[in-house]
């Protein structure tokens, strides 16, 4: 019997799956569980239902610090915003298929299956990392037999499969952001009620007093909170825990699919608000103006290589090197206050800083005023041209 490895979560999809894979394509099926950051009952919840369910072995596959690292942090780097938010989910996508994929060679499968749906995206981000580095199959078999929710519970229900009913919405949770749809909230004029959010209070329950911090980044990489030096996945939560308490990180928004459907999104991005917030603060005074409006273009572009699921597109690897030389004089200190959903920044320093205070200042007189007459003369001569010639009475 041929093996198949299912990047499993013990959802709906996933569980239902592990017996299609079994009745229907007559395969042994190995399932995996890639640890991102999600709580920890999701973590051990899967490994206890594909025991139930009755996979032939489940592997839980710790890459934290991997996608704090090497994922999150070229994110960070290049202000990867998509639409305006944080990726958390687009971004664990890959890793998690590039897990599974050194996995199904460890284990000499020759397949390698999922649960999408073939209306979402993550079809996409699966299957094009995994054809990246893998020649095994890819079986859907959702999506191949046109399977609908309702379809899939009476499945689950005829084979014992056990279903999480406690949850209201589709979430999916990461280290670095938490997404929620699904429901009501497939209605854009349903307001998203309070308690679909787990990671941010609302700004009514937020503190009334602000919280003052300060935080240090080498290279862009954020490194320190108020003097304390944190690994990635320590400083990524309490990051997370300090935006959330005050009411800091919430998205709703109607997003475009890849497959070009619109689609209600709310997202909980606490701490991916706060460090990108503050890393692009300390770009304005280390950054030329030309690199600043570059990193504009690099931080669609990179975001939408994300979103769209071509992590391993060559651009992405010569957009990391352009960012990564740029980055190389964003290192320094920025002061940031949380207060009730909002976020200023108070001061920022830096020791490649092409900030002059002396030569700003009113009182300066090393840069003789006198000088700029004829640039300004000449300022515009264009635009002033068209006004003479094109807009005669």
């Not at 019997?1 to 394509?25: H, I, N, P, Q, R």
């Not at 592997?59 to 990726?87: C, Q, R, W």
């Amino acid at each position: 019997m041929e093996k198949v490895v299912l990047a499993f979560s013990g959802g709906l999809d996933t569980s239902v799956c592990v017996k299609l894979l079994e009745e229907k394509y007559d395969m042994e099926v190995i399932t995996a569980c890639v640890d991102v950051g999600q709580p920890e009952d999701e973590i051990e919840r899967p490994g206890m239902v594909a025991n139930k369910i009755g996979s032939f072995k489940h592997y839980t596959i710790d890459a934290k610090d991997e996608f704090a690292s090497e994922f999150i942090f070229k994110a960070v780097k290049a202000n990867a915003m998509y639409e305006g938010y944080p990726l958390s989910t687009a971004l664990a996508r890959p890793l998690i298929a590039m897990k599974i994929v050194e996995l199904a060679e460890k284990e000499g499968a020759t397949a390698i299956a999922h649960g999408c749906t073939g209306k979402g995206n993550d079809q996409f981000r699966f299957e094009s990392t995994i054809r990246s580095g893998s020649v095994c199959d890819i079986i859907a078999p959702v999506r191949d037999l046109n399977l609908t929710r309702t379809e899939e519970m009476e499945y689950a229900k005829s084979h014992g499969i056990p279903t999480p009913s406690d949850k209201l919405y589709s979430i999916d949770e990461n280290l670095w952001g938490r997404s929620i749809e699904g429901d009501i909230l497939e209605d854009p004029m349903v307001e998203t009620p309070e308690e679909a959010f787990s990671w941010t209070r609302s700004s009514e329950d937020a503190p009334d007093e602000a919280q003052i911090i300060e935080m240090e980044f080498e290279e862009g990489v954020p490194v320190a909170i108020d003097g304390d030096k944190m690994a990635p996945v320590q400083l990524i939560r309490e990051c997370n825990r300090i935006a959330g308490i005050h009411a800091i990180g919430r998205v709703d928004i109607v997003e475009d699919r890849i497959i070009g459907l619109k689609s209600r999104e709310n997202y909980e991005t606490p701490g991916a608000v706060l460090i990108i917030t503050a890393h692009k603060a300390l770009e304005q005074i280390t950054l030329t103006r030309e690199e600043l409006k570059f990193a504009e273009t690099i931080s669609q572009t990179y975001a939408e290589l994300v979103y769209n699921g071509l992590w391993h597109e060559p651009l992405r690897e010569d957009l990391d090197a352009i960012v990564d030389k740029m980055q190389r004089r964003v290192s320094g200190k920025v002061r940031v206050k949380l207060h009730k959903g909002g976020m200023r920044i108070l001061g920022r320093e830096a020791p490649f800083s092409l900030y002059s205070q002396d030569a700003v200042s009113f009182e300066d007189k090393e840069l003789d005023q006198r000088e700029m007459a004829g640039m300004v003369k000449n300022y515009g001569l264009q635009a002033a041209c068209y006004q003479k010639v094109c807009k005669k009475d």
